[in-house]
């Protein structure tokens, strides 16, 4: 009979688009309410939580990561999540336990083929008596699965109309609701131009921070702008759980990074994806892997290419998806089926280490 790890010591640091620290809190919350750890998130900068997960939940402790770490005790498991390196004083503490915790490197989320024969392996310390195992969040059984808590789907019922009531100046018809969450160098301003070409009203909802600059950047006067058809209107930010449902609510959502790329494959709806740039365009061949797996519309994976950077004529290329987005959000449909047949990360975290502790 397997023995279930009862704590879990979570270590993030926290980055400039804060997505690490977003995986990292949906990580640690799903430990502690769907699998009863006591769970302690190590964060180099607890202050951005506030913002994205503003109540506390029971189970998890948010903890400093000051150097040298003060701690009190070692957890059952550790969690090392992208890479960030544990503090030297805890690795060795870590070597000093009768039973030394299970050490897992939390990696970025896979998309490769070559992500199947690196899940789970192992790599033993040079000097010390540990092992750590890599940990590969990913798209097949193959792999850790990705992060999907038990009611997550009950967001499908958010209401669209809650989202329009509670954002100011939306008009009274019924657009098309796009929702833009970006990077700097998204190609905002031809894609703006595609939607004042068009003939359809669209209201885009653009959150602080990045999204808003690149938007404002393409706009005069003050917000929210009107143009024609088009409305672009900023809204706050967004906790998590306010996010993931607004991208149910939107008929069209466009995410970055990681976390709110995989929300917005569990929304159902259709969305672009904007990879995070990478030195030599290495990010161009993952977003291939990805749609090399996924398979959408063909015009969906030529926006998707032109969105990240490659010619376009976004006139058309805009066109041609609006006209195939019932077509989209049925394929998206099916991928998300596809994808709740297999084990969710938390849980296959928790029986991965079950077996080792």
């Keep these: 009979m397997r023995t279930l790890p009862k704590s879990t010591d979570l270590f993030c640091k926290v980055i400039d688009n804060l997505g690490d620290i977003g995986v990292c809190w949906r990580l640690a919350r799903q430990l502690a309410v769907e699998h009863g750890l006591a769970v302690r998130l190590w964060v180099d900068e607890p ?46 503490a870590m070597a000093a336990q009768p039973s030394p915790p299970v050490w897992i490197n939390l990696e970025y989320l896979g998309l490769e083929d070559w992500v199947e024969g690196c899940h789970g392996m192992a790599s033993p310390h040079p000097r010390l008596p540990l ?7 990913g798209f097949t059984a193959r792999t850790g699965g990705l992060l999907r808590e038990t009611d997550l789907l009950s967001g499908a019922t958010a209401s669209r109309r809650r989202t329009m009531a509670g954002t100011p100046s939306l008009p009274e018809e019924d657009p098309l609701l796009v929702s833009l969450f970006c990077y700097d ?96 365009d290495a990010h161009r061949q993952k977003l291939d892997a990805f749609l090399d797996r996924y398979r959408p519309d063909p015009c969906l994976a030529r926006f998707w290419r032109a969105w990240n950077g490659r010619d376009a004529d976004f006139t058309q290329d805009w066109r041609r998806l609006r006209q195939a987005l019932p077509e989209v959000a049925r394929h998206n449909r099916a991928w998300r089926e596809k994808l709740l047949a297999q084990k969710d990360l938390a849980s296959a975290l928790v029986n991965f280490c079950a077996a080792r502790v």
């Design 47 to 92: 202050a951005p939580l506030a913002a994205l997960a503003p109540d506390d939940v029971a189970g998890v402790r948010v903890c400093l990561w000051s150097e040298p770490l003060v701690f009190e005790t070692v957890a059952d498991v550790v969690i090392e999540a992208f890479g960030c390196e544990l503090p030297e004083n805890y690795v060795r």
């Design 131 to 137: 092992t750590k195992h890599f940990f590969f969040p």
């Design 185 to 280: 160098p998204a190609p905002f301003a031809p894609l703006l131009t595609a939607w004042l070409e068009d003939d359809a009203p669209l209201v885009c909802l653009v959150p602080p921070g990045k999204p808003l600059a690149v938007a404002r950047a393409c706009l005069q006067g003050d917000a929210p702008w009107t143009m024609g058809n088009v409305r672009i209107v900023p809204i706050p930010f967004l906790s998590q759980d306010d996010y993931d449902e607004l991208l149910f609510a939107c008929d069209l959502n466009f995410v970055r990074g990681e976390d709110s790329f995989v929300r917005a494959q569990w929304a159902g709806k259709p969305f672009v994806w904007q990879i995070y740039p990478q030195e030599e």
